[in-house]
């Protein structure tokens, strides 16, 4: 029986461990796609308790404590921070198979130094250690990114952002991880939501452009792709329910644009024609920038309206949705190609029986000087587990080139989420080492297995998104 969580935990063989410990572990970490505020960086926050760091804004742990019956106040109600620990101790306590169980104690060893197990019995104790921790003048947001060596961070930002925490970050020399801004536009891109007019009401006011139809939109736009580049910025994000395609005249938009600022209410083909040109759209001006697009789809939101009506987006209630015709992803990046306009892309399905779908498709559009231009990204969201993982790079390693994946990133608004890294970096080198130990590839090539652990865990995104960074 192995021992908790040791020095080798998830490494199963020796070959396994080799390339960790040589090469996988020493890596720095880039995270290219999170949702941490640049605020907080700006001004170097400090937390006055680990309840603030763990469970504020944190919709895994609170659908965990969820599971366990836990009563809302706990969650993200009006209980003391203390409350709010104690029960998420006691569900972790017993969260037995959930990555949660590995992330918390990662998380409680790297950041705290404790090194002991937590559960009600034990949940007063680390609660007590990692204020106490918390409290030292250097425990802040920016050692917190630090003491995770990392170089690089890609927040997540809308184009009527002013990105003056961005500035403010860049102007301070002390700090030198680079942070830099990430393009959302899906409130450009949802044109059915109720908030949608006022949010043109507010992007015409920060572009300078008046916008009355969708090509003074693309105008006003085109102004905020122009302002961010300023900024450092060369990637986007969008999230999809699905990655659509239902194309139109450019008349036909222009007249499904007007009717929606009439406040008319838009059919269902008509919302799927404007965000087909819209992403037709964006397509064009990342692949001008030499941009990379990133396309998360397969998430139905904002199940529970009771609980999205009281708390909003983001706090736990969404789902994998598997009902969408993914021959539509196929359409959409060959309309991009056809028009010598697809950039370099990555896609995220919230479904993993897309696995297979998703490489066998990108596979059809991978030509040209970039390696992997379109690849898959890691387990997204509710498959970054220990099997979600290794379904994915099982999937890219069968149907494509592993060796040119990118890796992880957090997809997080936990400044502690960065072990996250390693927990991916161990499954890597435990599926990696398994070909070894299987004869499925030779032992005597280990330095090239070595350089490809090293490159998925870092140097593989330095050089796809071209980041002002050198190789390790």
Known sequence: MKNFMDEDFLLQSESAKTLYHDFAEKMPILDYHCHISPKEIAEDRHFDTITQVWLGGDHYKWRLMRAFGVDEKYITGDASDKEKFMMFAKCLGKAVGNPLYHWAHLELR???????????????????????????????????????????????????????????????????????????????????????????????????????????????????????????????????????????????????????????????????????????????????????????????????????????????????????????????????????????????SLNPSDNKIINTTLNAFNEGPTVAKIQQGSAWWFNDTKFGMEQQLLSVAESGNLSGFVGMLTDSRSFTSYTRHDYFRRILCNFLGSLVENGEYPAEDMSILGEIASDISYNNAVRYFNFPLETR
Not at 158 to 173: G, M, R, Y
Request: with cysteine; proline share 4%; hydrophobic share 35%.
């Open 110 to 348: 790297k950041y705290f130094g404790y090194n002991g197990i937590l559960n009600e019995k034990t949940a007063e104790e680390v609660y007590d250690i990692c204020n106490k921790v918390l409290q030292a003048p250097d425990m802040s947001v920016r050692k917190l990114i630090k003491m995770s060596n990392v170089t690089l961070i890609c927040t997540t930002d809308d184009p009527v952002d002013s990105l003056e925490w961005h500035d403010k970050i860049k102007a301070d020399t002390s700090f030198d991880v680079k942070v830099l801004p990430a393009w959302r536009p899906d409130k450009a891109k949802n044109i059915s939501k109720p908030e949608f007019v006022s949010y043109l009401d507010t992007l015409s006011e920060v572009s300078g452009v008046k916008i009355d139809s969708f090509k003074s939109l693309k105008e006003a736009l085109r102004v905020r792709f122009d302002y961010f580049a300023s900024k450092g910025c060369n990637v986007t994000d969008h999230a999809l329910e699905y990655v659509m395609y239902y194309p139109a005249s450019d008349d036909e938009v222009e007249a499904i644009f007007a009717k929606r600022l009439s406040g008319a209410e838009l059919t269902k083909e008509e919302d799927l024609k404007y965000q087909t040109a819209f992403m037709i759209f964006e397509g064009e001006e990342i692949a001008k920038r030499d941009w990379v697009m990133q396309l998360h789809f397969g998430c139905k939101r904002d199940n529970n309206t009771p609980m999205y009506k009281k708390l909003g987006p983001d706090t736990g209630f969404d789902t994998i949705d598997a009902y969408y015709p993914m021959g539509e992803l196929a359409d959409f990046l060959d309309a991009l190609h056809s028009r010598k306009i697809l950039p370099k892309t990555i896609l995220y």
